[in-house]
């Protein structure tokens, strides 16, 4: 398994702001990635976070709205900027483990609330 | 392209009975993973039981089993004895071989425990 540390738990934001999420694992992981789990939905990607290149988007998402940092094996941060109140959700990092990386693995999740 | 259906968006079973949550996945593949997660209420996702297509024998963990019907693409979950501590959303998730690591969701079942 792996255990990860994501932070904040949660945040109530105002509307134009942006908010930092943290992701922390406790060893090298090749592979982490960043959900959003609108209410009442099941998970979206955003992205993969890739160590030392830039992230890799999903359809629908873009750098300068969720821009992403991944320094080096064991971090990463999702930033949502320009916050507005359809980006209220909790968002998650994940990580894959197995002999195939074919398990992901989830942080607590960000509740995000914005006003 | 994949999909996955939980036409259950909602079960309650009583305690220490069994309870099977449905899903059904669409895939052209031969070779896949099959995953269900559990989501509490504190948000984090778990993994519960992963089965790989290529196996025949139905993965089982402690209470949990699943049963995996290759042909008729359905994968459910039984939750034999149930506990309080099993309500939760449970999530039916698809993944290829390869190297995309991208799971395709289902829209999720909330399980309710009556004591």
């Known amino acids: 398994s792996a255990v990860i540390s994501q932070k904040p738990s949660r945040d109530i934001c105002q509307r134009g702001t942006s908010l930092t999420i943290q992701c922390q694992v406790d060893s090298q992981v090749t592979m982490m990635f960043w959900y959003r789990q609108q209410p009442g939905q099941s998970l979206t990607l955003i992205a993969t976070?890739?160590?030392?290149?830039?992230?890799?988007?999903e359809s629908g998402f873009v750098i300068d709205k969720f821009p992403i940092s991944r320094p080096n094996l064991t971090f990463s941060t999702l930033t949502v900027s320009n916050m507005s109140p359809e980006d209220s959700s909790i968002y998650l990092c994940?990580?894959?483990?197995?002999?195939?990386?074919?398990?992901?693995?989830f942080g607590s999740g960000t509740q995000l609330s914005v006003l | 392209a994949q999909t996955v259906t939980q036409s259950q968006p909602e079960m309650s079973v009583q305690e220490a009975e069994t309870v099977t949550l449905s899903c059904t996945y669409d895939?052209?593949?031969?070779?896949?993973?099959l995953f269900w997660y559990k989501q509490p209420p504190s948000r984090q996702m778990i993994l519960v039981i992963r089965?790989?297509?290529?196996k025949q024998q139905n993965a089982t963990e402690n209470r949990f089993s699943v049963n995996f019907q290759k042909a008729a693409k359905s994968f459910s979950l039984k939750i034999s004895d149930s506990q309080l501590g099993d309500a939760a959303m449970y999530f039916c998730?698809?993944?290829?071989?390869?190297?995309?690591?991208?799971?395709?969701w289902g829209a999720g079942t909330k399980l309710i425990i009556k004591p």
């Open positions: 976070a890739n160590q030392g290149s830039e992230a890799t988007y």
């Open positions: 089965q790989e297509a290529y």
């Open positions: 895939t052209s593949e031969s070779d896949y993973y």
């Open positions: 994940s990580v894959s483990r197995g002999p195939t990386n074919e398990k992901l693995f």
């Open positions: 998730a698809y993944r290829t071989m390869d190297s995309n690591y991208q799971l395709i």
